[in-house]
């Protein structure tokens, strides 16, 4: 879909509508036991989920940014047979992944990163700031009540899921859902495919770092957090973009100019095809703070950050079709 596309559905203001707008969320099985809930287009608030089962046992990762879609994810994995899901693993705490946590609380457990759960509590109702036009249905912020700092391992059944921590990369409190023996990882944020990777909450340095962690590990299949199943090759497009926002801010910097007269002048080359162009501008302003120093993570204006991404627009904020 473009970007004029997306605008024009902006202009319904009825959620009902705007999820007509896009394709419905559909499951994809990766493995036996292993399933993607893939959630097209992929732009923002529609990100992607998944949940692994052995049919004695049901772990979720992520959830949704509605009320809607959360009870359509939970509806699909009660669909194939699996049992009633008694744990979430959430891959970071915006609120596309973690406003439908309370749909599977409190049978479920919900397991995150601890500044995951710091930043749920801090951000409250994230998506109704931003996005006020969108209808998110009965949405109980839900946290994490278990956490990790560096790893942790959740079994179901047979099949070990380790949780791994990469440090600052998409935000703070971001976590790698990682199946050796079916060889998938579920990114989360880490990676956008069609998308634009967005490090504005988070680093990109760090961002970097956690593309070496995933190759690291040697998936075959790869879920991203927004936008269809993978396999690593998608890592490559990721790493060449963030190295191409750092190049870009090294040299505006340098050159006096501001992130929006960059982003606003850049040729983006092999990277004009991804969708979300406007997060140029909130990843160079991420990418300025730790050429100024900033330590990954280190907290940013993120109002201004989206008020920057709107003028990239011609003034429009990005739109949620959620
Ligand atoms: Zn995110």
Do not use: K
């Not at 959360?70 to 744990?87: D, M, N, Y």
């Amino acid at each position: 879909m473009t970007d004029h596309q997306r605008t024009t559905t902006e202009a319904t203001t009825d959620a009902g509508a705007g999820a007509d707008a896009v394709p419905e969320p559909y499951l994809t099985e990766l493995a036996p036991g292993v399933h993607a809930f893939i959630q097209p287009d992929g732009g923002w608030c529609l990100n992607n989920a998944g949940f692994v089962t052995d049919g004695t046992a049901t772990l979720v990762v992520d959830t949704a940014a509605t009320e809607r879609r959360a009870r359509l994810l939970r509806r699909r994995i009660a669909e194939t047979g699996a049992p009633v899901p008694r744990t979430v693993v959430n891959t970071h705490h915006h609120g596309d992944h973690t406003y439908g946590n309370g749909v599977f609380a409190p049978e479920a457990t919900i397991i995150g990163h601890a500044a995951c759960r710091r930043e749920v509590l801090a951000a409250g109702y994230q998506l109704h700031a931003v996005w006020p036009e969108v209808t998110y249905g009965d949405i109980r912020l839900t946290p994490p009540e278990v956490t990790f700092e560096d790893r942790m391992t959740v079994h179901v059944g047979e099949s070990e899921v380790q949780l791994i921590h990469p440090g600052p990369a998409h935000t703070l409190g971001d976590t790698v859902v990682w199946l050796p023996r079916q060889r998938v990882v579920f990114t989360g944020d880490l990676v956008f495919h069609g998308g634009t990777p967005f490090v504005l909450m988070g680093s990109l340095s760090g961002s970097l770092r956690a593309i070496e962690l995933l190759r690291s590990l040697g998936a075959e299949t790869v879920v991203p957090g927004h936008g269809p199943v993978a396999g690593p090759e998608v890592y490559d497009e990721v790493e060449g973009y963030l190295r191409f926002v750092g190049e870009l801010a090294r040299e505006g910097r340098a050159a006096g100019r501001t992130p929006l007269e960059v982003a606003r002048e850049a040729d983006l080359g092999a990277f004009a095809g991804l969708a979300e162009r406007e997060r140029l501008v909130a990843n160079l302003l991420r990418a300025y703070a730790e050429l100024d120093g900033a330590a990954p993570g280190a907290p940013l204006d993120v109002v201004a950050g989206f008020q920057a991404m709107a003028e990239m627009n011609g003034g429009v904020a990005p739109a949620c079709h959620a």
